[in-house]
């Protein structure tokens, strides 16, 4: 990148998902998204198999080296705090990097540059416009034709094209990162937030509605004004600051601490569903993976340290429930003290060891991330793994020492005395709009029947049974299924068959003059089966059970 564009580099890691660099550009020489020099110079490179060579040199060597690169610098004067540090040499290039690294570049048996994009210095936009360059390295050529695939494989699960296609959601300019969730896409977003809700009612948890609007000096008094300001979209009132929240948090310890408690409330579950709002750089949004408006199934656990334990017991059973139903399959982490934390070393020991039990007792398989806790309190992180493989985090369990202190919250024990109640955030779903993402792409769009925008399809074989189809699509919508009617009288029955089961209905009710005469439907499914002639009445009634039972898959064929 210095040599054919001699631009100055400024920020480049490796991510989960390959590498990228950042660079500062004269606008007059930005680089086309065409990458084909670049690529070819990277490749001569490797095929040189130039050695990368470990230097230590002085902080002053540093700053003589990196004198006409105004961004090193500013990395050199904030990170760096000894009086020698480490770069790397490889042929021409030296960079600033701890390292390790590879002997040299032939160890680079395939590399693909894949595209440029735009990004903010320190992610400010405010500070220097940067062009990125993102690409992928692997060890055997074999690896990089396995990613390609799995990439062909996740770009026709896209769910920005599952959202076009199915009418489920579309975002505008004029309200960017805000999802315009259509009548289908509302049916998931209500569908998945009852389902939760109807796991608060077996489980304990209490819902709670609240504002959304909130003075700084609630903020203050969390902590998120000093750490999170710059991520909240903030204005004036009258003399005062306020702000769209966040989070639901602080909201829920100012619900706790208005009036005084007893140990017989204890654990209070308060669950929320309350609109948030980030201020995420425009840069970065993405789809409903990351969006600026959002909701979470939010919800916080005030407990006794004593019922701690148990508690950690019913979040982890609550997120098997959960996943089980929508088909994933998770790993759990325990990260614990990081090296900046807030508190007692013993109440963290104690919280750690208690967290480290209730997951031997869970008896999935988990690992310790070490260090990676939060500053306020140790965490169970959760990944899931979805249809190809990918993993996403949307569940969290973390403990809090914090909150707790800072609006002094406090009950009354059964000894008479005032303590301290321990706090647990706790979310499942996460944001609801990134789990629809992920679970549009996890089943490609074939929602299962209990989820799916669009349940059932009415087709009427003639004009002759319009009537009865519109009839029969009634009775359906009445018993609550996403239901529609086919009355295009242009297209064959093949056809609308055919749409039908390309739009992804789960099951299309076919009538014709023998289903009218006998108050029945011929059944299909959107994969091809034909099921046969069933009654109205029992049809609705497989397919109320099916939605109950949350069936999904094979399962759905099985239900009749």
């Known amino acids: 990148?210095?040599?054919?564009?001699?631009?100055?580099?400024?920020?480049?890691?490796?991510?989960?998902?390959?590498?990228?660099?950042?660079?500062?550009?004269?606008?007059?020489?930005?680089?086309?998204?065409?990458?084909?020099?670049?690529?070819?110079?990277?490749?001569?490179?490797?095929r040189e198999r130039q050695l990368f060579e470990r230097l230590e040199v002085t902080r002053g060597e540093l700053l003589e080296l990196f004198k006409h690169n105004k961004f090193k610098l500013q990395i050199i004067e904030e990170k760096i705090t000894t009086q020698t540090a480490t770069v790397y040499r490889c042929g021409s290039l030296v960079d600033l990097c701890r390292g390790p690294h590879l002997p040299h570049t032939g160890k680079i048996k395939a590399f693909k540059l894949l595209k440029t994009s735009s990004a903010q210095?320190?992610?400010?936009?405010?500070?220097?416009?940067?062009?990125?360059?993102?690409?992928?390295?692997?060890?055997?050529?074999?690896?990089?034709?396995?990613?390609?695939?799995?990439?062909?494989?996740?770009?026709?699960?896209?769910?920005?094209?599952?959202?076009?296609d199915q009418e489920l959601y579309f975002f505008h300019e004029l309200s960017p990162g805000s999802c315009f969730f259509l009548p289908k896409g509302a049916h998931l977003y209500n569908t998945l937030t009852d389902f939760i809700k109807s796991e608060y009612r077996q489980r304990g948890y209490t819902e709670v509605v609240t504002p959304n609007i909130f003075s700084s000096r609630l903020w203050e008094r969390s902590g998120h004004w000093q750490h999170y300001r710059d991520s909240m979209f903030s204005f004036r009132v009258e003399t005062d600051t306020f702000a769209l929240k966040p989070m639901n948090c602080p909201g829920h310890c100012l619900m706790f601490e208005h009036r005084p408690r007893s140990w017989r409330e204890l654990p209070l579950r308060l669950a929320d569903f309350g609109v948030l709002h980030r201020n995420e750089n425009s840069g970065a949004l993405t789809g409903l993976t990351r969006v600026r408006r959002f909701i979470q199934d939010d919800a916080h656990i005030f407990c006794t340290p004593q019922q701690l334990h148990s508690e950690m017991r019913g979040c982890l059973q609550f997120l098997q429930a959960v996943y089980s139903v929508l088909g994933f399959s998770f790993r759990l982490y325990l990260s614990t003290r990081p090296d900046k934390f807030m508190g007692d070393p013993e109440m963290w020991d104690n919280a750690e060891k208690q967290?480290?039990?209730?997951?031997?007792?869970?008896?999935?398989?988990?690992?310790?991330?070490?260090?990676?806790?939060?500053?306020?309190?140790?965490?169970?992180?959760?990944?899931?793994?979805?249809?190809?493989?990918?993993?996403?985090?949307?569940?969290?369990?973390?403990l809090d020492f914090q909150l707790p202190i800072r609006f002094d919250l406090s009950y009354v024990s059964q000894e008479g005395e005032s303590e301290r109640p321990v706090m647990i955030h706790r979310a499942i779903l996460g944001s609801v709009?990134?789990?629809?993402?992920?679970?549009?792409?996890?089943?490609?769009?074939?929602?299962?029947?209990?989820?799916?925008?669009?349940?059932?399809?009415?087709?009427?074989?003639?004009?002759?049974?319009?009537?009865?189809?519109?009839?029969?699509?009634?009775?359906?919508?009445?018993?609550?299924?996403?239901?529609?009617?086919?009355?295009?009288?242009?297209?064959?029955?093949?056809?609308?068959?055919?749409?039908?089961?390309?739009?992804?209905?789960?099951?299309?009710?076919?009538?014709?003059?023998?289903?009218?005469?006998?108050?029945?439907?011929?059944?299909?499914?959107?994969?091809?089966?034909?099921?046969?002639?069933?009654?109205?009445?029992?049809?609705?009634?497989?397919?109320?059970?099916?939605?109950?039972?949350?069936?999904?898959?094979?399962?759905?064929?099985?239900?009749?």
């Not at 992928?136 to 695939?149: G, H, K, T």
């Open 1 to 46: 990148m210095e040599c054919l564009y001699r631009g100055s580099l400024c920020h480049g890691p490796s991510t989960d998902s390959g590498f990228f660099y950042d660079m500062h550009l004269d606008p007059s020489s930005l680089p086309s998204n065409d990458l084909p020099a670049l690529q070819e110079l990277c490749t001569q490179m490797i």
């Open 121 to 164: 210095w320190r992610g400010d936009p405010s500070l220097p416009p940067l062009h990125r360059v993102i690409g992928v390295s692997f060890p055997e050529s074999r690896l990089l034709r396995d990613w390609e695939q799995e990439r062909e494989e996740a770009r026709g699960r896209d769910h920005r094209r599952i959202g076009r």
């Open 355 to 398: 967290l480290q039990s209730s997951l031997e007792e869970f008896g999935e398989p988990w690992e310790l991330n070490p260090g990676d806790g939060a500053f306020y309190g140790p965490k169970i992180d959760i990944q899931i793994k979805d249809a190809i493989g990918r993993s996403h985090q949307c569940a969290t369990i973390q």
């Open 433 to 560: 709009e990134r789990m629809i993402a992920i679970l549009a792409e996890n089943y490609a769009g074939k929602w299962p029947f209990w989820l799916s925008p669009s349940q059932v399809m009415v087709i009427p074989v003639g004009g002759s049974t319009e009537h009865y189809a519109q009839e029969v699509h009634r009775q359906f919508q009445q018993a609550g299924f996403m239901v529609e009617v086919d009355l295009d009288r242009g297209a064959t029955l093949n056809k609308k068959i055919r749409s039908a089961q390309l739009a992804q209905y789960n099951f299309i009710l076919v009538v014709g003059q023998k289903e009218q005469s006998r108050g029945s439907v011929s059944v299909r499914t959107r994969d091809g089966r034909q099921l046969g002639e069933r009654g109205v009445n029992e049809t609705m009634d497989r397919l109320r059970e099916l939605r109950e039972k949350r069936r999904g898959g094979g399962a759905e064929e099985e239900g009749f």
